[in-house]
Nanobody, 126 residues
Framework: VQLQASGGGLVQEGGSLRLSCAAS????????KGWFRQTPGKEREFVAT????????YYADFAKGRFTISSDNAENTLYLQMNDLKPEDTAVYYC????????????????????WGQGTLVTVSS
């Protein structure tokens, strides 16, 4: 199983980026999956997730209204559209799958995720 995140880069405040996470070795359509982010010296932070089954999406408060998580099952790819980016969004963004048996109340817990991709760096300049 391998997840490959891409799409990061340098963007000005207020700009947009779309991150991609390509999966191999598993059927993404039958997995819950999500995005986290991390800055140096801090713990990995929940950003957004898609539940399986059902496809319901959940977001961190900072992401609501600005970020959109989606998946293309035919392409086995997860996306994170990020709009109105702020300097505090600067981080390495990681994708991962949700561990089997994860209940809704734990969906934001980093320990409930596995198969982490290598991360993609997003830098937002002011």
């Amino acid at each position: 199983v391998q997840l490959q995140a891409s799409g990061g880069g340098l963007v000005q405040e207020g700009g947009s980026l779309r991150l991609s996470c390509a999966a191999s070795g598993l059927t993404f359509s039958r997995q819950g999956k999500g995005w986290f982010r991390q800055t140096p010296g801090k713990e990995r932070e929940f950003v957004a997730t898609i539940r399986w089954p059902g496809g319901h999406t959940y977001y961190a408060d900072f992401a609501k209204g600005r970020f959109t998580i989606s998946s293309d099952n035919a392409e086995n790819t997860l996306y994170l559209q990020m709009n109105d980016l702020k300097p505090e969004d600067t981080a390495v963004y990681y994708c991962a799958t949700v561990r089997a048996g994860t209940i809704l109340s734990s969906i934001r817990d980093v320990r409930r995720y596995e198969n982490w991709g290598q991360g993609t760096l997003v830098t937002v300049s002011s």
